[in-house]
């Protein structure tokens, strides 16, 4: 087949690093359609790498890392992942799951992993040496909105955000870090996380209300396709909490992103019951559980 036959000089390095594995090819640039068509069979579980793929190929350093298919002797896919920053797999193979595990270890910036309970527990086996070993799990919701949406007061400042707000939402990004993981990335790596900030913004992929220079809300659009619309950076001004105002802003956006797209979807960490009840007011409901390993 194609896929396995272009790719046979790729997989020739993977095989001495993965000890002579057959199954592992480097994936490039110009296999898109075979890639997202594999993907598209679990799109719930797959959106992450579907957009990044959509978005820049699948050779780009905007990916943050190397995709990787794991091929069965005729030629199909039978896996994919996304090995880098952070790790990202989609296969009903516990081969390819450990094969994954295996490059990620090689991979000295790999920050998390993100799947299914019981994935993520078959890489972590896997996913161990000495120095290298996992040192958090914790499990999060995916939320998922689809019609009808309430209808709720209208927010007529909440627009596309514009480079001239570049400032505004990288702070507001920064702290939304903190206050879930309490990470500080302008400090870990602030030319890059203003890069990505601004990479959205360019792309009208953040929403905003802003009023007297002052952030109000913000929201970023992650992943955009036809049967999903992944949100993430979902943030209210603290002074401004408990307002109803992230709810009106939350809802508009929901209902516009809908026009295109089957589903409007987000995660929430288990341990932050007041973002869970935050998105079950709007109408979200919880479809799935993941588990994010930190590396």
């Known amino acids: 087949m194609r896929l396995i036959a272009d790719l046979r000089e790729s997989i020739k390095p993977q095989r001495a690093i993965l000890n002579d594995s ?29 957009g990044f793929i959509r978005d820049h190929g699948l050779d780009s350093p905007l990916n943050r890392g190397t995709f990787y298919a794991y091929l069965a002797s005729d030629g199909r ?9 952070a790790v990202m797999f989609e296969t009903l193979s516990e081969q390819a799951v450990r094969c994954f595990a295996r490059l990620a270890l090689l991979h000295p910036n790999a920050f998390l992993a993100l799947g299914e309970q019981e994935s993520i527990e078959v890489f972590c086996r896997h996913y161990s040496e000495p120095g290298r070993l ?41 702290r939304l ?9 302008l400090e870990i790596d602030p030319q890059g996380f203003r890069q990505r900030c601004r990479w959205r913004v360019e792309r009208g992929r953040t929403w905003v209300w802003i009023e007297s220079g002052k952030l109000i809300f913000k929201a970023d659009l992650i992943c955009d396709t036809p049967d999903i619309a992944y949100l ?30 089957r589903s409007v979807c987000l995660i929430a960490n288990e341990q932050h019951p007041d973002a869970q009840a935050f998105y079950r007011k709007i109408g979200f409901r919880s479809v799935a559980c993941y588990q994010t390993l930190y590396l």
């Open 134 to 174: 996992p040192r958090v799990m914790c499990r999060e919701i995916l939320f998922q909105l689809r019609w009808p949406v309430a209808v709720r007061e209208r927010v007529t400042a909440l627009r596309q955000a514009s480079i001239a707000d570049l400032d505004l939402v990288v702070e507001a990004h920064n």
């Open 22 to 50: 057959p199954q592992i090819a480097r994936l490039t640039n110009g296999y898109e359609r075979e890639v997202l068509d594999y993907l598209s069979a679990r799109p719930l579980r797959t959106f992450g790498m579907m």
């Open 177 to 185: 870090g903190i206050e879930e993981r309490g990470i500080n990335s």
């Open 232 to 261: 993430e950076g979902v943030w209210v001004a603290e002074s401004e909490r408990s307002k109803g105002y992230g709810v009106r802003c939350l809802s508009q956006l929901s209902r516009m992103l809908l026009l295109d797209a």
């Open 77 to 85: 896919i039978e896996g994919v992942a996304l090995i880098g920053h």
